[in-house]
């Protein structure tokens, strides 16, 4: 059984979304090697196996926990766009993340400043309001990750500290549906 039988199927006008398979590690490594694309997640280009672990632990957590991350493609080409999501990634980060889900994206860079991003967070959001009844999400984007900081603020993310991760400075913001 592949993660693409696990997770959910999502649509929206212009973008499908489905669970990994082992037929888009091929996409998924290209993009993860493209330096626009790590300049903020990172810096550097992923290795092919460094890119094998994450298509495993997006496979992962839909098995053990039930959410993940979704490969998102254009729905009319199939082009691939990007990853989208929710995960566990037990960070070493403070404040802790623990018990909440973090919602994360990233998209190959010729999809980049096409709102595509707005679009597939939206949807992943919808979905994961009802699947986390509607309880508080967050996320973390580095500083410098302009384009980041305006879709999390377009989706209901907020600012709530300013912190750092791996030796890089990151806003932590917060969205409680609950609330707003």
Known sequence: MSSATLAPTLETPRLSFT???????????SMWADPLVVRHVGGQPVS???????????????QLLGYGYWVVRERDSGRFVGEVGFADFKRALVPSL????EAGWVLASWAHGRGFAT??????????????????TACII???????????????YREAVRTTYLGQPIILSYRDPAIG
Request: net charge negative; aromatic share 10%.
């Open 119 to 136: 679009e597939a967070v939206s949807a992943a959001l919808v979905w994961g309001d009802e699947r986390f009844a509607r309880a508080r």
């Open 19 to 29: 669970g990994h398979s082992l037929g888009d590690y091929e996409d998924c490594a």
């Open 98 to 101: 623990d018990g909440t889900p």
């Open 48 to 62: 092919p196996q460094e890119v094998w672990t994450k298509l495993l632990r997006y496979v992962g957590h839909w």
């Open 142 to 156: 580095n500083v410098e990750n302009l384009a980041s900081i305006r879709v999390a603020s377009k989706c209901g």
